[in-house]
T-cell receptor, first 112, second 115 residues
Framework: AQSVTQLDSQVPVFEEAPVELRCNYS??????LFWYVQYPNQGLQLLLK??????LVKGINGFEAEFNKSQTSFHLRKPSVHISDTAEYFC??????????FGTGTSLTVIP | DAGVIQSPRHEVTEMGQEVTLRCKPI?????LFWYRQTMMRGLELLIY????????DSGMPEDRFSAKMPNASFSTLKIQPSEPRDSAVYFC?????????????FGPGTRLLVL
């Protein structure tokens, strides 16, 4: 069985400060890993994904995430956030050929 | 490509009425997912199809909910009769299944309000 835990439901951060959104997962098989972003009143958009290869993955809007197999984590980071980064962020895992499993989301609020 | 298309974008109905939500997946994608999002329960997978066949409908809350995918380019989610607790945003998403491109693409959602 698969599960995804996003440890922080809400993260407030000042503009231009760094941020890390945490994601841990549990799976009995290898999985692909994803981060999605949802802006207010919109659908989810892919931010970045890890399928294989380098454990440091770079995505859109300056975000990056690092896959840590031993800690079963896939934390999302950005060195300097902008007001426009205020959104809900979802971590997800997908065993190949299977459905997606989403975390409960982290609400990032960037404070001017 | 136009992306995943959902209609209607907003629906307001009265309790007891039938509601039908529609989804057109991205051309060439052979898996389709229906999700429901609420403040209380977050994002829930209701059902997903692979090659038009329902694979897992364990997330469908009860018999009032049904979903169909008559062909590769169209799916419906029906609620009959609707209840106020069904109020939520319903998302459709599509994905290639085993091509190696594992990303799921979401539609803009249907915001449903049942009075």
């Amino acid at each position: 069985a698969q599960s995804v835990t996003q440890l922080d439901s809400q993260v407030p951060v000042f503009e231009e400060a760094p941020v890390e959104l945490r994601c841990n997962y549990s799976s009995s098989v290898s999985v692909y890993l994803f981060w999605y972003v949802q802006y207010p009143n919109q659908g989810l958009q892919l931010l970045l994904k890890y399928l294989s290869g380098s454990t440091l993955v770079k995505g859109i809007n300056g975000f990056e995430a690092e896959f840590n197999k031993s800690q079963t984590s896939f934390h999302l980071r950005k060195p300097s956030v902008h007001i426009s980064d205020t959104a809900e962020y979802f971590c997800a895992v997908r065993p190949p050929g299977n459905q997606f499993y989403f975390g409960t989301g982290t609400s990032l609020t960037v404070i001017p | 490509d136009a992306g995943v298309i959902q209609s209607p974008r907003h629906e307001v109905t009265e309790m007891g009425q039938e509601v039908t939500l529609r989804c057109k997946p991205i051309s060439g994608h052979n898996s389709l997912f229906w999700y429901r999002q609420t403040m209380m329960r977050g994002l829930e997978l209701l059902i997903y199809f692979n090659n038009n066949v329902p694979i897992d409908d364990s997330g469908m809350p009860e018999d009032r909910f049904s979903a169909k995918m008559p062909n590769a380019s169209f799916s419906t989610l029906k609620i009959q009769p609707s209840e106020p607790r069904d109020s939520a945003v319903y998302f459709c998403a599509s994905s290639p299944w085993t091509s190696g491109e594992e990303t799921q693409y979401f539609g803009p959602g249907t915001r449903l309000l049942v009075l």
